[in-house]
């Protein structure tokens, strides 16, 4: 294995390889190397085109910044591949920025060597010229992504953690997910027992990547340490010597090479806190860290964070804290991120001894898989959304859908939920099966019990009080937070005085859906600190918005809001219909039913416009069924399996596109 030199380097850089000796050597006496630290800026838009760049370790990302400061990558740069092209050979500023993703070691040619060398080798510069019209032909500078790579190290401040067996699964996960290359590393000082080739079946003797050598790594020799398995991923057991200053640059080295391959590299380290581990940490896009729920290891873990910071400026974003409930804690989920100082990423239930260690492919029902598998599908970008709209009795459709999701293993990820939407979202997250839902439908066994959640008050700002709901709610909900769910939940209610909506993500679940049910002059509004809410269906009767704004990909929705056809046949019939029952009921019904139709009208244009957002829009057939009748759950429900189970093969397609 060769060192790192000019002379080597341009002899494997394709675009050189061409070349004959000589025409190295002017190369090699016209270039410089330069190293760039993660995060540095190389040149930014707008800027002049001064130099001729060629990454040699680490990778570079060509993006966009709009006024905000916000960045939209373009391009991801690795090992051999150059930029800068297009502003020496046109003249032209920048028009994009160069940044260094981890640490780099950079070819750079300025300006003036650039064209003597351009003189000399006339061969490059019409090859050249050739990559400049396609570019410009193209425009595939701002069009095209080219294959990026994501380096994830898995690492604790304390050993016993389950960073191993998180790692490993997550592997598993991002490759059964995405369908996409991955690689672990398992990273050991010298001396130490690998344990990954076991859990993953690779049985005799396997060679070991030196890290702590001189020489650079040799891309034609580095298949032979690359271990292969039977569960879809690669893996290779790498060691160090702790004391090593050459660690860090060999294994940006070596990332620079499997970036090329590999489109998730998981970096099991082992947890110690030298001055390697860290550096190691820093070449990560993301660092996803382990801890107990207990106060010790959480203050361990802040320390951990607050160094990565400090020593490396390691951005925020880009650390994850992930909860290990192997331990039980008597700290409520406030009191953690208080000592954390820092969200709480994700969640890991707590495993059994007997559980197998590849949980993913053994057991995929289990909790961790299932917490795992949510995880690799956000990092992926392919998290599954479902937006549950608005409806009363309507809104009892969406208890078919989930038996199907149930019934079908349909992964979601993310759930949003408005008005009775997140109502039935909220009772699926905290446990309950569709069937134990519908179970408590029966409640309103006739139709005279829809006046067990009504409590009349003199219309000022609503006809019902709603005092009686949220009893119910208190009934089947207690004091469960957001905290107490299964997977993300997301409850819209409207801020009608400011005329926008209002996303719950924290704080009790009840009082988030009793906002979230309000609707205008029919309930009185539900005062919280955020002000007079009222029905999430007044801005999003179908939520979909929440979802689409924090990333989510594939949104299903579904819509029971009547077309507005349905809504002013059912007006008219309202209308014609001999009124029974009590007269002081009489004339509240018939209020209601006007106000409500009116309601509907509007939502159902606006829902129409956020179902654009979605994938997939499941509209169940709710005629003949009426938006009061509580007591015919169960019809609702059939009415909103059968719309589900018509679509399942579209929904299929979007998950596994």
Known sequence: MDPITKENILQEIPLFTGLVAGQRLIISQRSSLKEYKKGQIIYQEGSAGEAFYIVVLGRVIIYTQDARGNESPLEYLHRGKYFGIISLLTGDSHSVSAKAVNDCLLLIINREDFDFILKEIPGLAIDLSRTLSRRLKRKDIHQKIIFESAAISIFSSYSRAGKTVYALNLALSLAKETRKSVI????????????????????????????????????????????????????????????DKLTLRRLTDLLSLLVNDYHYIILDLPSDMDRNILEMLNQSDLIHVLTSPEEIDLKRTANLIARLKADFNFHEDKIKVIINEYKESKL???????????????????????????????????????????MARKLSDSQVGLALGVGVAYGFCHIGVLKVIEEEKIPIDVISGSSVGALIASLWVTGKSSAEILEITREFKGPKNIWGIIDLTFPILGFIKGNKLYRILKKHLGAKTFYDVKLPLKIVASDVKRKE?????????????????????VFAPFRLKQGFLFDGGVINPLPTEPLFAMGVKKIIAVNVTPSREDVLKQYEKIKGAEPTGKPQNKLKTNILDIIFSSIEILQSEVAGKEAQLAD????????GLYWLELH????????????????LNRIWQVINE
């Not at 909506?501 to 002059?521: H, K, N, Q, T, Y």
């Open 184 to 243: 672990i590393l398992d990273i050991l000082p010298q001396g130490k027992t690998y344990s990954l080739p076991r859990r993953l079946g690779i049985a005799g003797v396997y060679p070991v990547f030196e890290l702590s050598v001189l020489e650079r790594v040799n891309p034609q020799g580095i298949g032979e340490f690359l271990l292969k398995d039977n569960f879809g991923i690669d893996m290779a057991a790498l060691s160090y010597n702790p004391g």
């Open 332 to 374: 409520r989920h406030k009191q953690q991120t208080d000592l954390l100082n820092q969200p709480i990423f994700a969640t890991l239930p707590k495993i059994g001894f007997s559980s197998s260690d590849k949980m993913v492919l053994d057991e995929p029902e289990c909790e961790y898989a299932r917490a795992v598998r949510r």
């Open 632 to 647: 015919r759950a169960k019809e609702f429900a059939e009415r909103g399996e059968e719309e589900a189970r018509r679509n």
């Open 616 to 623: 997939v829009v499941l509209h169940p057939d709710t005629s």
């Open 501 to 521: 909506p209002i996303v719950f993500e924290s704080g009790l679940l009840v009082d988030a859906i009793m906002a979230s049910c309000s609707m205008p002059g």
